[in-house]
C-alpha cells in the first residue's frame, strides 16, 4: 500500500470520535483449538510448546521435518512457492506463473503457500493446468474495486468493525473455488501434495498457518473459502473474518510470506535426493520512492501500515532465505520491477494497473533465468554482516 492508498482512512477520526456511541458487542476468547492450522513452526497454536497434532504420527524419522517427510513420499527434491501480499498487485504473479508455463519450464509444485493476494493466488497455481492460468488472469485483469468491497456509509460506521464491507469479495472466492475445485485440491493431497494459506489470529496476535489440503480432503468447502476472505482482510479497510469464535486478519499483518515445513524441534536431516527450490514470487515492491507526506490523517495512516507491511516483507523474505540454506535448498526470488508504474494504492484493484502488472509478470516469466538469489537488503542489516550471511 503507498502513501496515497486507502482515502478511506480519513474517514478513521470520524469513526473514533462515533466510537463511543456504539456497542461492540462483547466476546469470549476463543479456546477451540485448530483442527487444520498451526504456527508457522509446526506447533499448537493454543500450546506453542507442543507439537502439532495435524502431523502426529506422519513425521517418524528423527531429524526430519515436513519437507524431508515429503521428499520421501513424492521420491524426488521438491519444488515450493510462496506467494506473497499485494493486493491489485498480485496480477503480477499472475502473469508471472503464465509466461513461466509458457517458457516450458514451469515445474508441478509440491507445496504452495500464500498470504493474502498470494492465498487467493495459490489454489489455481497450485493446480497448475493452463485453464487455472486462464481463471488467475481473469482474476486479476478483469475485476474492479465494486468485485471487491463496498462502502459503508458514515451511520453504519458507528458499528462496524472495518471501513468496507468484502461481501463482493467472498462472492468472487465462491465463484472461483467451487466444489469441484475443491474435488481437484483434495486428489493432490493423495498425492501427498501440500497448500498452506496464512492468517493473522488478532485475538491471539499469531500466524496460523492453514492447511488447506486437508481442509479440501475432508470436504469442507465453506472452511476453505473463510480461510481465504481471512487472509486477504486488510486490517481496518475489511472486516476480520470469524471461525470457530477467533477473529482473523490479513496474513501480512503479521508475516508476508509462508514457508511451510521449515519448522520441527531440530535441524533437519541432509535432502535425500540434493537441492529442492524455493520459488518466491513478492507481489509488492520492496521500496517506494521517497516524498514529503502531507501532515493528515488519510496519509500518515496509510503511510504508516504501508512501512509496517513492507517490513514485514522484508523479515519474511530474510527469514525464508536462511530457511532455505538451512533446508540445503536453493533460493529464487522475483518482483515487480522498478520501472513497472503499478500505482500507490493496492486496494484501487485498478483494471489498467492490474493489466499493466500482469504484463510485466508475463514478460518476466517467458524470460531464460529472471531470478533473483538472494533477498534485497533493506539496510536494517550491515552491509558487511549481510555479505557474511550471504556468503557459501
Known amino acids: 500500500m503507498g502513501p496515497r492508498s486507502l482515502g478511506v482512512f480519513q474517514a478513521l477520526l470520524a469513526l473514533s470520535l462515533l466510537a463511543a456511541c456504539g456497542s461492540p458487542t462483547e466476546r469470549t476468547l476463543s479456546l477451540h483449538a485448530p483442527l487444520y492450522a498451526t504456527l508457522p513452526n509446526g506447533t499448537e497454536p493454543l500450546d506453542p510448546a507442543k507439537p502439532s497434532s495435524i502431523y502426529a504420527g506422519v513425521i517418524t524419522v528423527p531429524g526430519d521435518n515436513m519437507i524431508r517427510y515429503l521428499e520421501r513420499k513424492r521420491g524426488h527434491a521438491l519444488n515450493l512457492l510462496s506467494l506473497s501480499g499485494g493486493g491489485q498487485n498480485g496480477a503480477f504473479g499472475a502473469g508471472f506463473l503464465k509466461g513461466w508455463r509458457e517458457r516450458g519450464n514451469r515445474p508441478q509444485f509440491d507445496i504452495v503457500g500464500g498470504v493474502s493476494t498470494g492465498a487467493l493466488l495459490a489454489t489455481h497455481a497450485f493446480l497448475g493446468t493452463p485453464a487455472d492460468d486462464a481463471t488467475l488472469e481473469e482474476m486479476y485483469t478483469q475485476v474492479t474495486n465494486a ?36 474435488k481437484r485440491v483434495a486428489a493432490a493431497y493423495d498425492e501427498n501434495r501440500m497448500l498452506f494459506v496464512g492468517t493473522t489470529n488478532i485475538d491471539y496476535g499469531q500466524t496460523w498457518v492453514w492447511n488447506m489440503t486437508m481442509i479440501a480432503k475432508a470436504g469442507k468447502l465453506e472452511l476453505y473459502r473463510d480461510v481465504l476472505l481471512a487472509s486477504a482482510s486488510f486490517p481496518i479497510v475489511f472486516p476480520p473474518v470469524e471461525i470457530d469464535g477467533h477473529l482473523f486478519v490479513d496474513g501480512a499483518a503479521r508475516s508476508n510470506l509462508v514457508i511451510p515445513g521449515m519448522g520441527g524441534q531440530g535441524k533437519p536431516n541432509p535432502p535425500l535426493y540434493g537441492p529442492g527450490n524455493l520459488y518466491l514470487i513478492d507481489n509488492g515492491k520492496v521500496t517506494q520512492p521517497p516524498q514529503a507526506l502531507v501532515r493528515a490523517l488519510g496519509e500518515i495512516a496509510a503511510t504508516t501500515i504501508s512501512v509496517m507491511m513492507e517490513q514485514s516483507m522484508q523479515t519474511a523474505l530474510t527469514r525464508s532465505y536462511f530457511g532455505t540454506r538451512v533446508l540445503g535448498y536453493s533460493f529464487n526470488m522475483i518482483g515487480i520491477p522498478e520501472n513497472v508504474d503499478v500505482g500507490m ?48
Do not use: C
Open 147 to 182: 468485485d471487491i468491497y463496498t462502502d459503508r456509509g458514515i451511520l453504519s460506521l458507528l458499528s462496524a468493525d472495518s471501513l468496507k464491507d468484502t461481501t463482493p469479495l467472498r462472492a468472487m472466492i465462491a465463484k472461483y473455488v467451487t466444489a469441484e475445485t475443491l
Open 345 to 392: 494504492d493496492v486496494l484501487a484493484f485498478d483494471q489498467t494497473q492490474m493489466r499493466r502488472a500482469f504484463a510485466a509478470g508475463h514478460t518476466l516469466g517467458a524470460q531464460d533465468s529472471p531470478w533473483q538469489a538472494t533477498p534485497t537488503n533493506s539496510g536494517d542489516i550491515p552491509s558487511w554482516v549481510f555479505k557474511e550471511m550471504m556468503a557459501p
